[in-house]
Antibody, heavy 122, light 113 residues
Framework: QVQLHESGPGLVKPSETLSLTCSVS????????WSWVRQPPGKGLEWIGY???????NYNPSLKGRVTISVDTSKNQFSLKLRSVSAADTAVYYC????????????????WGQGSLVTVSS | DIVMTQSPDSLAVSLGERATISCKSN????????????LGWYQQKPGQPPKLLIY???TRKSGVPDRFSGSGSGTDFALTISSLQAEDVALYYC?????????FGQGTKVEIK
């Protein structure tokens, strides 16, 4: 079955850019909506944004334009960039796949990666 | 944004007893054209990602034990565990997917009494 694996630096300095990649195995990125969700230590879940395999994106306005999500169908992976990070961005970052019948405004998540802890600190 | 509020924040239930978690949204997540509630429930155990349990407010995902059930419509929803088992100790989150940004409740911690 499909598996997701997040990778990237575990430590990022304040004001720099957080970069993570989600590698998809056992399935294709084609045909699905792919999201990033984060969870600060001891806190709840926040949806960051999604990308459709065609490249269509939608981001959470709470992140004030700091986010870019991209997809590389040839590598079967998608990526997150979060600019100008601060300590408030310290979290476990999950990549997740939406169900087959997602739409541009409606989606929930049936497959999740194990998560990647990113700490923002100098 | 649609704000999702869960209650209680935590609850302790004896093994074999019923556990009920409430989730309320500040606007309806019922889509009138298809009469579906755009509401899901997830379970998260320590050190693990969330796991989808329920979608469309009351549809159990394949493989989820039937002691888990979802109910409600519009703005008021509930997740019920009919007979709590030790392996059900976890955090539970509701999520609305009626409109972006998709939002989650703050979580409810279920423990054994």
């Amino acid at each position: 079955q499909v598996q997701l694996h997040e990778s990237g630096p575990g430590l990022v300095k304040p004001s720099e850019t957080l970069s993570l990649t989600c590698s998809v195995s056992g399935g294709s990125v084609t045909g699905y909506y792919w999201s990033w969700v984060r969870q600060p230590p001891g806190k709840g879940l926040e949806w960051i944004g999604y990308i459709y395999y065609s490249g269509v994106t939608n981001y959470n306005p709470s992140l004030k334009g700091r986010v870019t999500i991209s997809v590389d169908t040839s590598k079967n992976q998608f990526s997150l960039k979060l600019r100008s990070v601060s300590a408030a961005d310290t979290a476990v970052y999950y990549c997740a796949r939406g169900v087959t019948y997602c739409s541009t405004t409606s989606c929930f998540f049936e497959v999740w990666g194990q998560g990647s802890l990113v700490t923002v600190s100098s | 944004d649609i704000v999702m509020t869960q209650s209680p924040d935590s609850l302790a239930v004896s093994l074999g007893e019923r556990a009920t978690i409430s989730c309320k949204s500040n606007q309806s997540v019922l889509y009138s054209s298809n009469n579906q509630n755009y509401l899901g429930w997830y379970q998260q155990k320590p050190g693990q990602p969330p796991k989808l349990l329920i979608y469309w407010a009351s549809t159990r995902k394949s493989g989820v034990p039937d002691r888990f059930s979802g109910s409600g419509s519009g703005t008021d929803f509930a997740l019920t565990i009919s007979s709590l088992q030790a392996e059900d100790v976890a955090l539970y989150y509701c999520q609305q997917y009626y409109t972006t940004p998709w939002t989650f409740g703050q979580g409810t911690k279920v423990e054994i009494k």
